[in-house]
């Protein structure tokens, strides 16, 4: 793996892309020779989210303050107020991931 001078003299943080296992293992491996420390390797997954706007009824609950009388219930089928929420569902299942981000700091000169 080639740093250039500054890199290795200040420190810095490096993010890597790799499409595959084996590539995401063998930079690992390189950045742990140069000295980086805390590598992490995170998977990219691609997910087609779904997004809609849904209508949702609000419920009325002023009945419960007061008590009940016969005639309660009997006229119930005035439309209810509702409220739009934009909401988002992922699949069950993943149609595959792109490849492996990896992500490493190296120290500063003095610190090492």
């Not at 002023?62 to 909401?87: N, Q």
Request: charged fraction near 25%; hydrophobic fraction near 35%.
């Amino acid at each position: 793996m080639h740093l250039p001078p500054v890199a290795t003299a200040t420190g810095g943080r490096i993010c890597s892309f790799s499409p595959c296992i084996e590539q995401s293992m063998r930079v690992c491996e390189a950045l742990g020779k140069c000295g980086f420390i805390e590598v992490q390797n995170i998977e990219v997954l691609q997910v087609e989210d779904c997004v809609r706007t849904r209508n949702v009824p609000v419920m009325e609950l002023d009945f419960l303050k007061t008590k009940r009388t016969e005639t309660d219930g009997k006229d119930m089928k005035t439309p209810r107020e509702s409220k739009k929420y934009i909401t988002s569902t992922a699949p069950n299942t993943m149609a595959g991931h792109t490849g492996y981000l990896t992500i490493a700091e190296l120290p500063p000169l003095f610190a090492r």
